[in-house]
């Protein structure tokens, strides 16, 4: 079965430093996608970034990146150049093949000013 | 841009009702998602169906029933509502493909029932 653990209930950064979420995940397929989603307060669920478990680089969007590692099934996601406006809900979710989304329980994210 | 829409952004119920939450794609996607999102445990899914009239259950079924008689249509049924049923529902919506990997959310209904 495939289950996804964010051990972070809560973090803080700094605005303009950089902050990383931690994710791990299991599965016994070796093909997957990883992804990282966003929640504001709005509600609205917007996906940051995902990773195809056989790619070997890590996927990159501007200030998100990921530290994708395959082998200790770790996903984390790290926010450079914090802004107020990523202050969020962020959920880590994994996806095996045909099969459905599953959720991490997720991470609140504060930036202070 | 894709718009996944919820009928309803907060909805307070007694207990025993019955309960519809409706959610609205125009995108012709072929699957549908209804999550529940509560603190600690992130998103559980409830129902999905990749077709129209056809259902599958996801993880955490009970208590609940979906219909979906059109494609962009995909309602979720509290048959009798219970308080163990507050929570937040989510619906999504994404094209048929190998990896469901690109879902669209709705902004998501707060339910209360008391």
């Known amino acids: 079965a495939q289950t996804v653990t964010q051990s972070q209930p809560e973090m803080s950064v700094q605005e303009a430093e950089t902050v990383t979420l931690s994710c791990t995940y299991d599965t016994s397929e070796s093909d997957y996608y990883l992804f990282w989603y966003k929640q504001p307060p709005s509600r609205q669920m917007i996906l940051v970034i995902r990773q195809e478990a056989y790619k070997q680089q890590n996927a990159t969007e501007n200030r998100f990146s990921v530290n994708f590692q395959k082998a200790a099934k770790s996903f984390s996601l790290k926010i450079s150049d914090s802004q107020l406006g990523d202050a969020a809900m962020y959920f880590c979710a994994l996806m095996e093949y045909g099969n459905k989304l599953v959720f991490g329980a997720g991470t609140i994210l504060r930036v202070k000013s | 841009d894709v718009k996944v829409t919820q009928s309803s952004r907060y909805l307070v119920k007694r207990t025993g009702e019955k309960v519809f939450l409706e959610c609205v794609q125009d995108?012709?996607?072929?699957?549908m998602f209804w999550y529940r999102q509560d603190p600690g445990l992130g998103l559980r899914l409830i129902y999905f169906s990749y077709d129209v009239k056809m259902k599958e259950k996801g993880d955490i079924p009970e208590g609940y029933s979906v219909s979906r008689e059109k494609k962009e249509r995909f309602s979720l049924i509290l048959e009798s509502a219970s308080t163990n049923q507050t929570s937040m529902y989510l619906c999504a919506s994404s094209f048929r493909t190998a990896y469901n990997e690109k879902l669209f959310f709705g902004s998501g209904t707060q339910l209360s029932v008391l």
């Open positions: 995108m012709d996607h072929e699957n």
